[in-house]
């Protein structure tokens, strides 16, 4: 008994540890509320400092020289000129009033529609050729992309020399058939026709691609369950692969647009070695082609900034209204 006592007593007697209590605890806490707020501070303006530097060299080399370009536009800016008077819109009205300017805007727009119109669609066939099981898939994707790693100049050299009047192989072929010469750089249509082959031919591949990749992007369950369906290959394509590439489709037709309408070196190289770019009637003069011929060979700055804040009006409007009516369409397609 005695020996129990004893050792409760030895036991009540060792000191107790420190209960702790809530103000021990502030260091831990505050650390652990300073680490949450970095956290939740890296978390919300992390993404914003990755993006940055686009967007600041954008200001830069992109949005600055857009603006400065608006400035220029109000002046009868002349390179080399002592003095640029300030003239407010008359660079914009005699611009409205130009033939030649709009003789361009006609030629630009025509090569457009002959150009981005057949180079979506045969984009997108092209790619469901290449969503087969081909051999050498691989090879074939990689071939149709080197039209577009090609030199542009060179290109436009080659397709010049196969559209020549004379000696062009294309006028050699039509002969083989039995169909008369055509002067592809005099007569205006066949200009067009011309360079908007040599767009198409750079351009489609590298679309193919594009489209391409959404289609391999499209769950493979949902044809599995069309097969079991008995929907054939055709009403597979039109009924799920199409709606399926609603926002792919908008996006390549937005920038073949945007693309289209700044056209400048086919027509530039397709001009032969002499004579004046665009043709000697201007016949396939573009908008870009009629700015730079404004601003760098007859130095009037301040005309070929309007023209070029006009085609960026142009440009936005057009596109807008494609991507509405893309947008419309495929919206139909899939009800």
Do not use: C
């Amino acid at each position: 008994m005695t020996s129990e006592l004893t050792v409760a007593r030895g036991r009540g007697s060792q000191p107790r540890p420190p209960r702790r209590s809530d103000n021990d605890d502030s260091g831990g806490r505050a650390a652990l509320g300073w680490r949450d707020r970095l956290t939740h501070l890296d978390v919300r303006f992390s993404p914003y400092l990755f993006i940055a530097p686009f967007f600041l060299l954008f200001a830069i080399v992109g949005l600055f020289p857009l603006l400065y370009t608006a400035y220029v536009s109000l002046f009868d800016w002349e390179l080399g000129g002592d003095e640029q008077p300030f003239v407010g819109l008359e660079n914009y009205v005699t611009l409205m009033t130009d033939s030649q300017f709009w003789n361009a805007m006609v030629n630009t727009l025509s090569i457009f529609v002959l150009s981005s119109g057949p180079q979506v669609v045969v984009a997108v066939l092209l790619a469901a050729l290449l969503n087969t099981a081909l051999r050498a898939r691989t090879a074939w994707r990689m071939g149709v992309l080197l039209p577009y790693v090609a030199s542009l100049v060179a290109l436009t050299i080659i397709f010049a020399n196969l559209f020549g009047p004379q000696y062009g192989l294309v006028n050699n072929l039509l002969e083989l058939v039995g169909l008369d010469r055509i002067d592809w750089q005099a007569e205006r249509w066949w200009s067009h026709v011309a360079i908007a082959t040599m767009v198409n031919w750079r351009w489609t591949g590298y679309n193919a691609l594009i489209v391409l990749a959404a289609m391999q992007a499209i769950p493979r369950d949902v044809y599995e369950a069309a097969v079991v369906d008995g929907a054939s290959a055709a009403r597979r394509f039109f009924s799920i692969t199409l709606p399926m590439l609603r926002p792919t489709i908008i996006f390549v037709v937005v920038t073949s647009t945007i693309g289209g309408l700044q056209i400048f070196t086919e027509p530039k190289m397709f001009a032969p070695a002499g004579s004046s770019s665009g043709g000697s009637t201007n016949q396939y003069q573009t908008v870009v082609l009629y700015m730079y011929q404004s601003g760098f060979q007859s130095f009037d700055l301040g005309y070929a900034s309007a023209m070029a804040w006009v085609l960026f009006v142009v440009i936005i409007a057009i596109a807008g209204i494609n991507f509405l009516l893309t947008r419309r369409i495929a919206s139909s397609g899939e009800d």
